[in-house]
């Protein structure tokens, strides 16, 4: 029997170190579904069960990463504490960064989706056709289908390269309008210092439309 138990605890290290290497790998997020496949077939709930016993370990070790759940999927990701010492790491390189203009609709897109063209304009006043082309080459956005009005405006919406990008599993975790601009801080995704704040009533909150209470997000990727 504790020879039986020896080699059970030598197979569940064995597990964690696979996954542990396979994640470290990765340079996207892994569904348990792709661990498992990747992990000859070992089962779901273990793989699940490694992921919290390295997640305890790095903890107790006192480690700057963890494994997260972004987009559905589970990654090395560093810890959210120390994101200062990494903004340094970057600090005069030229990151990928959104416009203003960008932002501001991305996030339009995000708490109001799936919204139309003609609706992000009614919401900024100004015309957005070259910052949805912008958004969607960068597959921020996508098109999720028509909408029932007249002429069947396309519609947009959100995509898994969004969620990834902000560091979301699912789109009930975008942050409330107050954690917003700390949220891009993070992502080292900054308003210059002399740009204006945007505007809180251009987000009135998840499916929220101006003058109403209630809502609710709805996207493909939550369910996909």
Not at 7 to 13: E, F, T
Not at 26 to 39: C, H, K, Q
Not at 77 to 101: E, F
Not at 134 to 155: F, K, Q, W, Y
Request: hydrophobic share 40%; net charge negative; glycine share 8%.
């Amino acid at each position: 029997m504790q020879k039986k138990l020896i080699m059970d605890q030598a197979q569940l290290d064995e597990y964690r170190a696979i996954t542990e290497a396979v994640l470290f790998a990765s340079d996207a997020p892994l569904s348990l579904n792709e661990l498992s496949r990747i992990m000859d077939d070992v089962g779901e709930e273990m793989i699940g069960n490694c992921i919290e016993a390295l997640n305890e370990r790095y903890a107790q070790g006192g480690h700057g990463f963890e494994i997260r759940l972004v987009a559905n999927g589970y990654q090395f990701s560093s810890k959210v504490a120390y994101a200062k010492w990494i903004r340094r790491l970057y600090r005069g390189r030229i990151p990928s960064r959104l416009t203003q203009a960008a932002l501001e609709c991305l996030s339009i897109v995000a708490y109001k989706q799936p919204i139309s063209r003609s609706e992000v304009e009614a919401i900024r006043g100004v015309n957005v056709d070259g910052v949805l082309r912008t958004l969607l080459d960068r597959n921020l956005i996508r098109i999720a289908g028509r909408g029932e009005g007249v002429g069947r405006p396309i519609l947009y919406a959100t995509t898994s390269d969004f969620l990834r990008y902000f560091g979301l599993n699912k789109l009930s975790d975008l942050p409330k309008l107050d954690e917003l601009n700390e949220l891009l801080k993070e992502q080292d995704i900054v308003l210059d210092e002399d740009d204006e704040e945007p505007d809180p009533s251009l987000f009135p909150g998840p499916g929220i439309t101006a003058g109403e209470t209630d809502g609710k997000i709805v996207s493909r990727d939550e369910t996909e």
